[in-house]
């Protein structure tokens, strides 16, 4: 499974709150400044391509919702973060968070 960009990643992370919405609806859980439509529709559409999203057709009006999980998204991306920086081992990871905590 590919990384998605920041703003795919964005986009993602409110269809997986809302389950499923338009483009509309996306835009409005973003953070002002607020993105322009056709921004947020190219992004809905190249997700599409990826296969990360789906719609279902209301004349001419899409309704947009996910095809990965968000579960499936973070497992895959987790376990690629923990094989690149910390060679499959957890409790080196662990061990990595607690230090950047006590040397804050």
Excluded: C
């Excluded at 992370?13 to 859980?29: A, C, H, M, S, Y």
């Excluded at 497992?75 to 968070?97: E, V």
């Amino acid at each position: 499974m590919k990384k998605l960009t920041n703003a795919e990643e964005e986009v993602m992370q409110i269809l997986w709150e809302l389950g499923k919405g338009f483009v509309k609806d996306v835009i409005d859980r973003m953070p002002d400044p607020k993105p322009p439509y056709n921004t947020v529709s190219t992004v809905i559409r190249v997700l599409e391509k990826k296969n990360f999203i789906s719609h279902r057709q209301y004349g001419n009006t899409y309704e947009y919702y996910p095809l990965v999980s968000r579960e499936e998204y973070a497992k895959t991306h987790l376990n690629g973060f923990l094989s690149d920086y910390f060679h499959n081992s957890f409790p080196k990871m662990a061990a990595f968070s607690r230090a950047k905590t006590i040397f804050r």
